[in-house]
Every structure is written in C-alpha cells, then in structure tokens.
C-alpha cells in the first residue's frame, strides 16, 4: 500500500527531488495548478481539476463569468495559484448553489474535467463499482447472503479467482484430519464423541 500511494506523488516527490523545495500540507488541492481540488456544492463536494490556461477559460464561461480568463489575477496557473483564496469563493459562489449533478453535468457538457466526491455509501452503489466487479455476493450457510470485497486487480486475458467466504468454526476439521494427519473415519467419529472437536 505504502508503494502505491508513494508512486501517487509526482508532483510532491518532483519538487523535493529535482528543485529541492520541501513540500507542504495543501489539502485537497494541487500545488501548481489552480484550481485543481474539491469544492463545496450544495449538497456536497465535487473535485474540478483546470491544469492550464484553455480549461479555465472554458470554466470561466460555463460560470457565466467569462471575464474571470482575462482578470490578471487569473490569467496563467502560477497567477491563479497565488490568487487560490479569490478565484476559491468565485467558483463556489457558483458551485455552492447547484447541486453536485449539476455542477458535474454543466463541467462535463463544457468539458472541464469534474467528479462528484462519493460518500462510502454512494461508492458502493455506483455503476463503476459494479462494472469493475469489485464486490460480489455469496451465500453463507449461518449470516445468508452476505456481500465481499473483491481483489481489485485484474489482468487482460486471466481468468479472476473466485473470491471465497471464511470457513465456519469446524467446517474442515474432519477434512485436515484425515488430510494432513491420515486419520480414518472411525477415528474421527470417536473425537466427536468425546467432544475433543
């Protein structure tokens, strides 16, 4: 896990490697593009990533604020970076009365790349999560049917595992017995009797 989330740090691990500066605590924003993070909607949270200078004129327009692309507070990334605080309250001046279907509908029909910020809830739920298979339902003989969390990776041209439930107290003790210890049907049957398993 430490890896992945490593290998997730270009921009940080850039900075301190090759121009020697010691990143910061940001929250959810990017550190050189702006804006480029999560924004509060009406009834939750979108994430708006503008990475250069033509997505955010193209944001500014679907705002009705088409004016925003040439305020020269706002012209360029390092520009809108520094100004993050204004250009910040403009846009969820915006987005804070919209929904965050709408706010994500209107970037997407402007093509601004967005995306609703999911509860753990709503990303259950969400066709994406059925289209990568990442839960499954299995039948347990005591809880009944019972939902499991799938191994996320998957690999063109192999066939996935089949994801089992856990074994119920006991369920294999006669198999491990006779299995790895060779013992016989009889000699099982008189440990149940005594109670030893």
Do not use: K
Not at 46 to 62: G, Y
């Amino acid at each position: 896990m430490f890896d992945a989330l490593f290998s997730f740090l270009p921009t940080a691990l850039s900075q301190l490697l090759y121009a020697g500066q010691t990143p910061g605590r940001i929250g959810n924003r990017h550190p050189l593009s702006t804006p480029f993070g999560s924004f509060r909607a009406a009834d939750g949270h979108v994430v708006i990533t503008v990475a250069n200078d033509a997505l955010f004129a193209r944001l500014a327009d679907c705002m009705g604020r088409p004016e925003l692309a040439s305020d020269p507070r706002f012209l360029h990334d390092r520009d809108r970076t520094d100004h993050e605080p204004a250009l910040r309250a403009i846009i969820e001046g915006w987005t804070g009365v919209l929904s965050v279907d709408e706010v994500v509908a209107a970037l997407e029909a402007a093509r601004v790349p967005a995306s609703p910020i999911w509860t753990v809830e709503e990303a259950a739920a969400s066709a994406q999560t059925a289209f990568r298979q990442l839960l499954t339902v299995t039948e347990h003989p005591v809880a009944g049917e019972i939902t499991m969390i799938e191994q996320p990776v998957h690999f063109s041209g192999m066939a996935r595992g089949r994801i089992g439930r856990a074994p119920c107290l006991g369920e294999h003790t006669a198999a491990v017995l006779s299995g790895l210890l060779g013992m016989g049907e009889e000699e099982i049957a008189a440990l149940r009797e005594a109670g030893v398993i």
